[in-house]
């Protein structure tokens, strides 16, 4: 699988395309999807899922776009953040003045341990409720999409819909998986798993934002 990214969004959320073959995959369509269509179309590429890590308005702005130009794509997301999704839009205007449009409901749900084959490869669900209370990290073949779990030095605020205790028990799950992981982040650069295990200051010490 490939994995090529994209920064979309009035909050610079990284949106990705994993794609192994022709089939694609997007995870968190954080807003203007042109550039990521265009990548589509260039490659050949079938998008089968658009995937949600959680359900504020910043990860999901770009669904509608893309089920407009892939309407065969289905929409994903944890069901307990669906209540989320249907006030992304209430929530960008109070947030950040911003309108946007309702996003379309899900087209089907996952949960803990559901994979999702892509071409050779396959996608792995893992729920790391938090930040929201449906936030899921995505594995794969040597590498984990976190959403807004955690970044790059730091993780994500739990004052939006998120429970303080809940993210403690999810970072604690993720500090369990292999040091070597490449970690895509739903804001901010790259990283590696085990450089945050050793030097973000909330896996080291009991600290949250």
Known sequence: MIVKSFITGPLATNSYVIYDNDKAVVIDAGGDMKEVIDFIRK???NLSYIIATHGHFDHVMGVNQ???EFPSSIFLINERDLGLL???????LSLLNLMISDVTLPDGYVKEGDEIRLGEGKLKVIE???HTMGSICILANGYIFTGDTLFYGTVGRTDLGGSEKLLRD???RLKGLQDE?????GHGPFTILGYEKVKNPFLTIDILP
């Open 66 to 68: 893309l089920k407009r």
């Open 128 to 130: 790391t409720p938090g």
């Open 181 to 185: 992981l490449i970690v895509y982040p």
């Open 86 to 92: 249907k006030r992304a839009s209430s929530m960008a």
């Open 170 to 172: 999810s970072l604690e």
């Open 43 to 45: 490659n050949k590429l």
